[in-house]
């Protein structure tokens, strides 16, 4: 066979096949290198695509490649977590900037490969092309027995959160800053959104005890809203619970940044945090009570006795709402999202 051309289209598919190559996974009966994948399944199939766009989503002079690669695929798989879903397999499609070099393209499928392995998801094909910034395109395919919806929230559930939020968006923050504040607590943050992780374990066992789930994408605010929205209920968050579930490094940052942090808790995005409805009985070891579901509609907050409604999360495509990574965290409101 003639030697590919290093750099030129088929040069490339070929080094990401390799990079992806691994031991044949479950279900999966042809995978990378042909037309199309062929899976076996069985029971309900969860299926979610997630895309993440430079300018939109990242800016490549804050990530490592290989960064890129597994962030794009763990946050497409968060929205498996979330569903109680365990994942089968995965698509991805790379579009590439003109002079995106063979180490750069070698180091993204790296991070896919290693956010892969980690999330016992495999890579069995996808595509390439060229375009004029990088955008990395995932769906991602799984199973459950009874996925987990956000319109089946019932009044009197407890609202439970797995997982940190905030960190995420005040890393996105210190990132953006000209001259950023040094310290343990702001680099946790920082490798919190360079580096976060899907739930499949918390997911899955929320499957048995939840009656309705949704990942932290958008804000904790904003993602309790869909739920309210398609349970037709209203989510009180209780202010002192929340803080009391921050992580002790998110106060030391925001302090550091100027923040506060149960703002970046509330509107801060990507952090992939878990969060549930269930009754109170069945609440789950790792999960942590932070409000209640009520009778009515929207969200809101109950801090030092007084209550008051939660705005949106963010919108791609409200005006005057430009997205990098996707918190508003820094943004005048200081809040946050996907």
């Known amino acids: ?40 399944a069985r029971g309900p199939l969860v299926w979610s695509i997630d895309a993440q766009v430079e300018g939109v989503h990242f800016e490549r002079r804050w990530l490592p490649g290989d960064a890129i690669g597994y962030r794009s695929f763990m946050a497409a798989t968060s929205d498996l977590a979330a569903m109680g879903a365990r994942p089968v397999a995965a698509l991805s499609n790379l579009a590439l900037p003109a002079r995106f070099g063979e180490g750069e393209l070698t180091a993204l499928v790296e991070g896919q490969a290693r956010a892969a392995k980690q999330a016992r998801c495999p890579i069995i094909g996808g595509n390439l092309s060229r375009a004029s910034e990088l955008s990395i395109t995932t769906s991602v395919l799984g199973t459950a027995a009874r996925p987990l919806l956000r319109s089946t929230a019932r009044p009197g559930d407890e609202l439970w959160l797995l997982g940190e939020v905030g960190l995420a968006a005040a890393g996105l923050a210190a990132l953006r800053r000209r001259t950023r504040p040094r310290g343990a607590a702001v680099e946790r943050c920082i490798e919190a959104w360079r580096w976060p992780r899907a739930r499949l374990d918390a997911g899955a066992r929320l499957a048995l005890c939840a009656h309705a789930a949704i990942d932290v994408s958008d804000g904790l605010a904003g993602d309790a809203a869909h739920i309210a929205r398609a349970s037709q209920v209203c989510i009180a968050i209780d202010a002192a619970k929340l803080r009391a579930a921050l992580a002790p490094e998110l106060g030391r940052a925001a302090a550091l940044l100027g923040l506060d942090p149960l703002e970046l808790a509330l509107f801060g995005g990507e952090d992939y945090a878990l969060l549930a409805t269930g009754p109170r009985a069945r609440r789950p070891r790792a999960a942590r009570p932070i409000g209640l579901v009520e009778r009515g509609q929207g969200v809101c907050i109950d801090d030092t006795g007084a209550r008051r409604a939660l705005g949106a999360s963010f919108d791609h495509f409200a005006p005057s709402r430009r997205k990098v990574s996707g918190s508003r965290a820094a943004s005048p409101r200081r809040a946050g999202p996907r």
């Open 1 to 40: 066979m003639a030697r590919q051309k290093a750099g030129t289209e088929f040069a490339r598919i070929a080094r990401i096949e390799r990079l992806l190559s691994g031991a044949p996974a479950p279900g999966v009966e042809v995978g990378i290198g042909d037309d199309a994948a062929v899976l076996r």
